[in-house]
């Protein structure tokens, strides 16, 4: 599906890449992409006004406030800036018609119920399909519609990202689990959900990205816009205050060559600093950007996950009262690597080394490689 967000297309290239790699002839659905409206969704402003008061305690209303004027601001940003999202919108449009094999035919969430589908298994997968803050449409990711065919239904890397499934939903969840054939996850704490509330087994697999080895994401899909001096990058999702401070000191560690580049989710002007922000950025040019930084700093699950596999030092910024850190806490756990956290709760901290032991964590991916891979082969027998 076409979607202008990094880990979601990268994923969705990853998918098709290794099951056609794997000798199998699979395509991407060019499927309708509907995501809740989260910053007025209910389902993510209570859990996310709880959490603050948990975390801040007293000083929770100015957090609030706080992420409520973000919210605000992010709106006006969006259409002061049109016309420069529609140009980086056309970056991941490129992307999609160009580097993912993908379905003749375009589905919306209902069509997908009538239309006459050729496919003789369909797999869902992966990223954060299966949460329920993020869509309505929870049965066409379970691949409800597929009943009518009596094809298998198979989920690889699904993500759920949430620490437990309310009471309201745990009935359709349960109903939902039982109707897939194999369920393959990407969070150990997914696995637990399902076998928490229905009768299937979950496996846990990596995320399709992972499966590609950094040279097949330098041959086939990398812009290497930036191959000259150092730099540390920042790609962050939440926007943290912290997270460029962060990134200027590891600078200034590694070097006074060192530069701080920023990937830009929105368009809203900066001040003038020593950081370098780039804003249409599309998927090849932030995989090439990630592959030739010499430290990543991040808040994002992809972002570390490319970071792992192109053996980039990094730290991963979690923010404490998220509902959300499943997804990065779980790779990071795979391959003991939950050293490289900062929790951005105000104490700004620092890494304690720069360096990461990827002579370790190296033969872990591979291993999980071939456990991943030996789950694709057994759920299409």
């Not at 997270?243 to 530069?259: E, F, H, T, V, Y």
Request: proline share 4%; charged share 25%.
């Amino acid at each position: 599906m076409k979607c202008d967000n990094y880990g979601a297309e990268l994923q969705a290239y990853a998918m098709q890449y290794v099951y056609n790699k794997l000798g199998y002839d699979a395509e991407v659905l060019d499927l309708e992409k509907q995501n809740k409206e989260l910053s007025s969704s209910l389902s993510t402003i209570i859990p996310a006004i709880v959490n603050r008061f948990k975390t801040y305690g007293i000083k929770a209303p100015y957090k609030i406030l706080q992420l409520v004027w973000d919210v605000i601001q992010r709106k006006k940003a969006k259409k002061q800036f049109a016309v420069d999202i529609q140009k980086k919108h056309e970056l991941f449009t490129r992307f999609f018609d160009e580097k993912i094999k993908h379905s003749p035919i375009y589905y919306t969430l209902k069509s997908v119920y009538v239309e006459d589908m050729p496919y003789d298994v369909y797999v869902a997968g992966s990223d954060q399909i299966w949460n329920y803050m993020h869509t309505d449409f929870l049965d066409v990711y379970f691949l409800e519609f597929a009943d009518r065919f009596k094809a298998k239904k198979i989920a690889y890397a699904a993500s759920l990202s949430i620490p437990d499934i309310p009471v309201r939903l745990q009935a359709d969840y349960q109903k939902y689990f039982e109707n897939m054939d194999y369920i393959g996850v990407r969070e150990l704490n997914a696995k637990d959900i399902v076998e928490k509330y229905s009768d299937k087994k979950a496996t846990v697999v990596l995320d399709p990205t992972l499966l590609i080895h950094k040279e097949e994401w330098r041959e086939h899909v990398a812009n290497e816009i930036m191959k000259g001096p150092k730099y540390v990058l920042i790609y962050t999702l939440s926007g943290s205050k912290y997270i460029r401070n962060l990134a200027k000191s590891i600078a200034k560690r590694i070097g006074d060559d060192c530069q701080v580049i920023n990937i830009k989710s929105d368009f809203r002007p900066e001040k003038k600093d020593w950081i370098k922000h780039l804003y249409q950025v599309g998927p090849k040019e932030w995989v090439g950007l990630i592959m030739n930084a010499a430290y990543m700093v991040t808040d994002s699950f992809h972002g570390t996950a490319f970071s792992i596999n192109f053996n980039i030092p990094f730290t991963t910024l979690l923010n404490p009262s998220s509902n959300m850190n499943s997804r990065a806490l779980s790779i990071l756990e795979i391959t003991g690597l939950k050293d490289r956290i900062i929790y951005d709760d105000g104490s700004n901290q620092l890494p304690k080394t720069l360096t990461v032991d990827y002579n370790r964590v190296n033969p872990i991916v591979d291993d999980w490689r071939k456990k991943s891979e030996n789950y694709i082969r057994e759920s299409l027998k």
